[in-house]
């Protein structure tokens, strides 16, 4: 293995990327070291760059979702259902850990997503901790991290085509609680949105109306099955849109609407679409990009409405997702959502690509 390994650093809010070198690290017990094969770079690492999330222990190497090759590991470890995971093996991991399963949050809650302590690779994991962010050569898997080995006819390729959006989109589409025959509306055409069309599908969603913009991302999320789009760039009038989905549901609206746009003003909108008695997953607002007004009579009360929030995703939902890519990568074919690969060095233009929406998956290839 190298002596050195470069990496992408993150210095800080709107400060330009720096290449660094690091140590090449060694397998703590019970740990391991990947060699990169790629990391995502997703609306995320555009938040992190303007400074949109709090708690941020700049400088940090982002990339928190990846798939690599492992080097050595500490000692021998296991994937969750038991098997020896050995030099050589193709995995992702999750991204998550830490989640202590002894606070409040873990214990009586049971809502792990919460837990204080829960860190995240590439988000809340300082570059002075070591390589745990995946816009490196290398990236050392910490003692308790959960690695996934990438299932029989899946490549880093097929994974990293559904990046964080497959087990967010999977996350959101449980949260809903879609039904065989649900007639389910997705606000926003990024990612997330575009997984939580599929597994609305999966879930038999009669049929799944997407509306989002630019047209690409929408021509994408038709190929994926979806019933027909909106684009809201040409159609700017929310009413119209409202109407649109009406015209859709028998004027009644959607049994189940996700809201994956990042958009505040999305939620009064998504609920005017929302049937009376349906159900409101609100995924797409992960950072705080500012109040809304709600009329609480008529969105909320007399509606009837189911409104959820959806934090995050825990590794049942990642690794769940990732048996059903397994299963129907024949027809979904998440790498095609992949527009366009960079080298390490060509990061800060991924970034800038990413923030204009001018790519559906942007992937990393420090390699
Ligand atoms: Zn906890
Ligand atoms: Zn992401």
Known sequence: MKEKISAVVMPAPGRPLEMRRFEAPKAKPGG???ET?????????????????SGVPFPIIPGH???????????????AEGRPILPGAVVTFFDVFGTCGLCWHCLVAKSATRCPRRKVYGITTSADEGLLGGWSES??????????????????????????????????VERAGVALGDTVVVQGSGPVGLNAAIFAQLSGALAVYVVGAP????????????????????????TERVGWVRDRTGGRGADVVIEASGNPAALPEGLEMLRDAGRYVVVGQYTDAGDVLINPHRHINRRH?????????????????????ARHNGRFRWRELITREYSLADAGRALEDMEKLSVVKAVLRPR
């Open 37 to 53: 094969i790629a990391s995502e770079v997703c609306g995320t690492d555009v938040h992190l760059h303007h400074g949109r999330l």
């Open 305 to 325: 409405a189911t409104i959820l929030g959806c934090w995050g995703y825990e590794f049942t939902h990642l690794y769940r997702a990732l048996q059903l890519m």
């Open 65 to 79: 979702v990846n798939c690599g090759r492992v080097v050595e590991t500490g000692g021998p470890v296991a994937d």
């Open 32 to 34: 391991a070291v990947l």
């Open 215 to 238: 047209r690409a991302r929408l021509d994408a999320a038709r190929t994926l099955g979806a019933a027909d789009t909106l684009d809201i760039s040409a159609v700017v009038d929310p």
């Open 139 to 172: 990236i050392e898997i910490l003692p308790g991290v959960q690695m996934l080995p990438l299932p029989q006819g899946i490549e880093p390729e097929d994974f990293m085509g559904g990046g964080c959006g497959l087990p967010t989109g999977f996350h959101a």
